[in-house]
């Protein structure tokens, strides 16, 4: 049996009356990657959400179900801690654009008041970054604006800043979705790094990148979680029609 790091069972979510994820239940291994897939609109980005109790903040959105980690149903915590043991990055690279490449990455500290000395933020800086191998890339700018660095760097930068605080999970939602062909195999090199340290979970549209790059995959039609699996496992041999369909890109 596989470790795992998260359980979620019987989760629902939507916003008002609109009902998003209909009874998912799933279990998320520890040290690896999994690939959440499925055609727009699914409720990826949904799920995403539900995991660092960031979807409760959209106006009428409710979760309803549980999100084991550790042994803990997440949403009987306070929700900032959650969201520091649960990172996020998103499609985007969204740096803070009024904050140094230095600040950005000692942010999840400052923004949640958490004082630090002064070479203990260096060290988490120098760490981070030299995770996502940016350090010696950047290491005579760090007081410049993180939106000074490529589309690339600033994306690896965002993973930075999500590490610095040294999560259990990482999530990252269709991350190298906005990069070219080069950042885009750094950041798959990196993904794959990473997992030694951090469990993943990836919301892909690109069926190569899942299949170069996950373990497991999770396939969502329509909010429901039609199947999942060790990924060569699904990829070679989908149990479901769906899945087969949405594999061989039949749609989505
Ligand atoms: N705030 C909201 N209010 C109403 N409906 C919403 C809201 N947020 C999301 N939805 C709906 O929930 C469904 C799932 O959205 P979600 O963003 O999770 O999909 P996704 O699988 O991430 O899609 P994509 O691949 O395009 O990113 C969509 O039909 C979307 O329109
Ligand atoms: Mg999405």
Request: positive net charge; hydrophobic residues 35%; aromatic residues 6%.
């Amino acid at each position: 049996m596989k470790k795992s790091i998260i359980q979620i069972n019987n989760l629902e979510a939507g916003v008002r009356d609109i009902s998003i994820l209909k009874g998912i239940n799933l279990t998320i291994p520890r040290n690896e990657v999994t690939a959440i897939l499925g055609p727009s609109g699914c409720g990826k980005s949904t799920l995403m959400r539900c995991i660092n109790r960031m979807h409760e903040l959209t106006s009428g959105g409710y979760v309803n179900g549980e999100i084991i980690l550790k042994k803990s149903n997440i949403y009987k915590h306070d929700p900032f801690i959650i969201r520091r043991k649960i990172g996020m990055v998103f499609q985007r690279p969204n740096p803070f654009p009024t904050m140094s490449i230095y600040e950005n990455v000692i942010s999840g500290y400052t923004l949640n008041g958490i004082k630090l000395k002064k070479e203990e933020k260096d060290e988490i800086v120098m760490d981070s970054l030299n995770q996502v191998g940016l350090w010696d890339e950047v290491k005579e700018n760090v007081n410049r604006k993180g939106t000074f660095l490529s589309g690339g760097q600033q994306q690896r930068l965002c993973i930075a800043r999500a590490l610095a605080m040294q999560p259990k999970v990482l999530l990252l939602d269709e991350p190298t979705s906005a990069l070219d062909p080069i950042s885009t195999t750094k950041i798959e090199k990196l993904i794959v790094k990473l997992k030694d340290s951090v469990s993943i979970v990836l919301v892909t549209h690109n069926i190569a990148q899942a299949a170069r790059i996950s373990d497991n995959a999770v396939f969502l039609y329509l909010g429901e979680l039609i199947e999942h699996g060790p990924t060569k496992t699904m990829f070679d041999s989908p149990k479901e029609t769906k899945t087969r369909d949405y594999l061989s890109g039949a749609f989505g």
